[in-house]
């Protein structure tokens, strides 16, 4: 069964505090997505990586970045986060050239700033 | 850049009746990929249905089809025979081939009534 797996599915952070959000992917995908999810806006990309090393700025980058130092493996940092973060974060893959299958996700991790 | 729109926040539909969720884009790639994703309250993120650009036919994937429009940049799902497990928010998205990322619409919350 594939997976995509989140390392937390709750998360409650003080203001100020560096947090790492961290996604695991088992099917040798070559691209992985952030979102974020709030009522009424669906969700937003907030980075994107095609490749180990490589990442691309989605349309809400802003106070977040991401590293990617393993193929499945992709970490979303807030770097001192704030009330405005709190949200949930969404991780998936798919594979490179193979659109049709579509993108998998994680569980989520719903992530609140006090 | 890729947009998707999803102008119906939220719909009923009666057992046992079709319905239609609207979905509009705008791309400037030539080649692209249309997704559909289903997400009960439960929060995970289900893959419906995919239909590529150059697809001539529209995607059918057992009560779902896809009304793919490509002059009116539109791609419509069909629920067909709605039940009561159809009550979930319906997201639609998008890829290009220039970029890989995955876009997203704010998406449409479908109560299906007995």
């Known amino acids: 069964d594939v997976k995509v797996t989140q390392s937390s599915r709750y998360l409650v952070k003080r203001t100020g505090e560096k947090v790492f959000l961290e996604c695991v992917q088992d099917?040798?995908?070559?691209?992985m997505f952030w979102y974020r999810q709030d009522p009424g806006l669906g969700l937003r990309l907030i980075y994107f990586?095609?490749?180990?090393?490589?990442?691309e700025k989605g349309d809400i980058p802003e106070g977040y970045s991401v590293s990617r130092e393993k193929k499945e493996r992709f970490s979303l940092i807030l770097e001192s986060a704030s009330t405005n973060q709190t949200s949930m974060y969404l991780c998936a893959s798919s594979r490179l050239g193979d659109r049709a299958e579509g993108a998998f996700f994680g569980q989520g991790t719903r992530l609140t700033v006090v | 850049a890729q947009k998707i729109t999803q102008t119906q926040p939220g719909m009923f539909v009666q057992e046992k009746e079709a319905v239609t969720l609207d979905c509009t884009y705008d791309?400037?790639?030539?080649?692209?990929?249309l997704f559909w994703y289903k997400q009960p309250s439960s929060g995970e993120m289900i893959f419906l249905i995919y239909?590529?650009?150059?697809?001539?036919q529209n995607a059918t994937e057992g009560r779902y089809s896809l009304n793919f429009q490509k002059a009116r940049k539109s791609a419509n799902l069909v629920i067909s025979a709605s039940q009561l497990g159809d009550s979930a928010m319906y997201f639609c998205a998008i890829m290009g081939d220039s970029s890989y990322k995955l876009i997203f619409g704010s998406g449409t919350r479908l109560l299906v009534r007995p």
């Open positions: 239909q590529g650009s150059y697809d001539q």
């Open positions: 791309t400037s790639d030539p080649s692209y990929g």
């Open positions: 099917m040798d995908h070559e691209n």
């Open positions: 990586s095609y490749d180990v090393k490589m990442k």
